[in-house]
């Protein structure tokens, strides 16, 4: 195991932050942890990176506890975004490189090459200050990466990215974990982590939920449901026998079903009364999982927007 | 390299980079040198206009007119012309009450309306009693009542001499009873005026202060930069907040060093050249005095790293400069109290209370430097352990003793509230701090 928290808690002044928490992230993989606002993912990340300290438990890295030069081995994120704005993008690169002991000609030459993948190389000498907000979160990701860290720990990654960075963004992640990188990442946005992790631990109330990878979290959590869209009033879904719950959407409807029942009898009654123009069947979300398990306010997290496909 | 030295670097560059940091190495020095300088000239200043005056004369000794042949020596500089116009003298019975009040009043309206500077009354019986010659005026001048009263002086005694009956030459009495004019030598036998050292006080004090309180209010705005800017984040998972905090110190330090270094290499410049130039004694006795230049150097160095490490603390627990206001006031009042009893340091500068004052760490980089200021010129023999020197070495160990205490206390503070956004804490919560 790569990255080991063991049994980890945190007060601050009386309030629990984070309590008794265990997870295992394994080398090579993508690691989200998920939970709402508030949930203790940013406090659970500060501990990794030693920037506060937990009460008690231990943070084991490869069985050993953290040394001083863990954090020249990881490229962190945090959740606020900031960085110097009367410098130069190269020499906020280099100097953040500095910082993890990188040196500064190797630095120069993955500043090319960063700068052009995220298109920002036009601007190599100008000051952050003059880039947009959307380009400084571009150029601060790359800062996180540039010194070629085993571990990339992201906090909160897509907020403030519009949907074309967020791909491209994607796009670098994935290529990262196939060149043997580890990502670990928080958010409170399930359809994220559901498109990108490999392993998930939900958390809550800065308790775990649920943690392991996410195949074997969706089977454990067994039940499949379907995912409906119909022209007309859907109410009387809610009625058909078999059909535990429905949880109504934007623009289409989900329906839990009883273990036994059949989906195609389900179908023949909705046909029967309105026009079908979807019909999925569908691996439970995380966010069905999430409200199962944790039984938070449902308002407390973010609803998925549009299809779930997995 | 260290991650210390990369911080140092870049905080280094920042401040050396800046249009302001090469205008401050010449400005500052000028600053000061103009803020004690002008004064001076202010107090000197000689005006080349002529001053009128009017005098009533109800002596009936003719004092007005020896008085008004007495004033004709004092000229408008680089002129021959008199200084002092006397518009008029009038000459009356001593009788003659109402006609003075007539003249008193009318003249007292001309001084109302500033066509008249002065006028002088001489009552009868002037001669013997004082209070019976006076000066009427809106605008007391140094320079002018001091002439006045030594001419007036000389006239009364004359008239006292002749009064007398003394049988000897007026003037050789004069001569003889001439006041002297005190003026100080120190044990070596040279003479420092005391307007020199009290000024010498100023600028050196001036300088540490302006230094002190400069870059170490640089170092809180570099920290409350860097939590607005969020970059904080970024830095101390990469450098511990202890690294953080002493590169910024040392970097913001090493800045002020170098400014420091120039004034020295242009002050050993005019060292060796001083040949050419027409240099005071005193002053050079002062400013390439040895003993003065390292404690000046040991102070200002030390008392910068008390001081930015204050700084430091206070931007670690604030959100904002606004709000670091309510913090640095207390520093401003330490830092500005030796110039509010500057005064009375000069002048007793080894009383118990200056003595005590110069060896409390946060007042000793600008009390001590006065004393030494004033002490060390008129040394006859060094010792490390005894008199100022001794005395100073005592403040030096304290300030770096409190140095020692105020990063431990700093280091545990700054961790935490480096990371801290939004609400400003409270005292107990920042006591609280401490022990996490």
């Known amino acids: ?310 | 390299m260290s991650k210390l030295l990369v911080v140092f670097k870049r905080e280094y560059t920042q401040v050396v980079k800046r249009k302001a940091f090469i205008v401050g190495i010449f400005l500052t020095p000028a600053l000061m040198a103009a803020f004690t300088i002008i004064p001076a000239l202010l107090f000197q200043s000689k005006s080349n206009k002529s001053v009128s005056l009017a005098i009533i004369d109800q002596s009936g000794m003719e004092i007005g007119n020896k008085f008004e042949a007495s004033l004709k020596k004092y000229k408008i500089e680089n002129s021959d012309k008199p200084y002092y116009i006397v518009k008029n003298i009038f000459t009356l019975d001593t009788n003659e009450t109402k006609r003075f009040q007539h003249i008193n009043d009318s003249l007292s309206q001309l001084i109302v309306n500033k066509k008249l500077k002065y006028y002088l009354v001489i009552k009868p019986e002037a001669y013997f009693i004082d209070t019976n010659i006076y000066l009427v005026t809106n605008a007391e001048n140094f320079v002018t009542l001091n002439r006045f009263e030594k001419n007036l002086s000389n006239i009364l005694s004359t008239i006292r001499l002749e009064m007398s009956h003394v049988n000897l030459n007026v003037d050789s009495i004069l001569t003889l009873t001439k006041k002297l004019d005190l003026k100080t030598k120190d044990a070596k036998g040279n003479m420092i005026p005391f307007t020199v050292k009290y000024f010498s006080a100023y600028v050196f004090v001036g300088i540490m202060f302006g230094i002190i309180f400069g870059y170490g209010q640089l170092v809180m705005r570099s920290v409350i930069e860097e939590k607005n800017s969020r970059v904080m984040e970024v830095l101390v998972s990469s450098v511990s907040p202890f690294q953080l905090m002493l590169g910024k110190i040392t970097g913001l330090g090493a800045a002020t060093l170098t400014q420091i270094f120039i004034w020295f290499v242009i002050g050993m410049g005019i060292y060796f050249m001083k040949s050419t130039f027409d240099f005071n004694p005193a002053v050079d006795r002062i400013i390439f005095n040895p003993v003065i230049i390292i404690f000046f150097i040991l102070f200002l160095v030390s008392g910068y790293i008390l001081y930015s490490t204050i700084f430091a603390l206070i931007g670690s627990v604030v959100n904002s400069e606004k709000e670091a206001q309510n913090f640095i006031f207390p520093i401003t009042i330490l830092m500005i109290l030796p110039f509010m009893i500057g005064a009375y340091i000069v002048q007793e500068p080894n009383s118990t209370i200056s003595v005590t004052l110069s060896m409390i760490p946060f007042l000793t980089p600008t009390i001590m430097m006065m004393r030494v200021i004033f002490i060390a010129p008129t040394l006859t023999s060094y010792s490390l352990f005894s008199g100022i020197i001794g005395e100073a070495m005592i403040g030096f160990f304290l300030i770096v003793l409190s140095i020692v205490i105020m990063i431990w206390l700093t280091s545990k503070i700054f961790r935490v509230g480096i990371l801290m956004y939004g609400k400003r804490p409270t005292l107990p919560e920042i006591i609280k701090w401490i022990k996490y």
Not at chain 1, 100 to 124: C, F, G, H, M, Q
Not at chain 1, 158 to 166: A, E, K, Q, R, V
Not at chain 1, 246 to 268: G, H, P, R
């Open chain 1, 1 to 310: 195991m790569y990255l080991k928290l063991d049994n980890i808690r945190k007060e601050f002044s009386g309030k629990v932050a984070v309590n008794n928490l265990s997870l295992e992230v394994p080398r090579g993989v993508i690691y989200g942890i998920i939970g709402p606002n508030g949930a203790g993912k940013t406090t659970t990340i500060r501990m990794i990176m030693n920037i506060t300290v937990p009460d008690s438990g231990k943070i084991l890295i490869d069985d050993q506890s953290v040394k001083d030069d863990f954090k020249n081995q990881v490229g962190y994120l945090p959740e606020e975004r900031g960085l110097y704005k009367k410098m130069t993008l190269e020499d906020i690169l280099i100097y953040i490189a500095a910082l993890k002991n990188y040196p500064s000609n190797k630095a120069k030459k993955n500043i090319d090459y960063w700068l052009t993948r995220v298109e920002l190389e036009k601007y190599k000498y100008k000051k952050v200050e003059e880039l947009s907000k959307g380009m400084q979160q571009k150029l601060q990701f790359i800062s996180t990466i540039l010194h070629e860290p085993d571990l990339i720990i992201l906090d909160e990654l897509f907020s403030g990215l519009d949907p074309l960075n967020i791909e491209l963004i994607k796009d670098i992640i994935l290529e990262l974990k196939r060149s043997g990188k580890t990502i670990l990442f928080s958010t409170h946005v399930m359809e994220q982590a559901e498109k990108l992790c490999d392993y998930i631990c939900m958390i809550s109330r800065g308790e775990k939920v649920i943690d392991g990878r996410l195949s074997e979290v969706k089977a454990q959590f067994g039940k499949n449901s379907i995912q409906l869209e119909i022209d007309g009033d859907g109410q009387f879904v809610a009625t058909i026998p078999g059909v535990k719950k429905m949880v109504e959407f934007n623009n289409y409807i989900e329906l839990q079903l009883d273990d036994k029942s059949d989906t195609n009898a389900i179908l023949k009654k909705i046909i029967e009364k309105v026009t079908v123009k979807r019909f999925d069947i569908v691996e439970p979300s995380l966010y069905d999982i999430f409200i199962d398990m944790a039984q938070v306010p449902v308002d407390k997290i973010n609803k998925p927007e549009g299809s779930n496909h997995v």
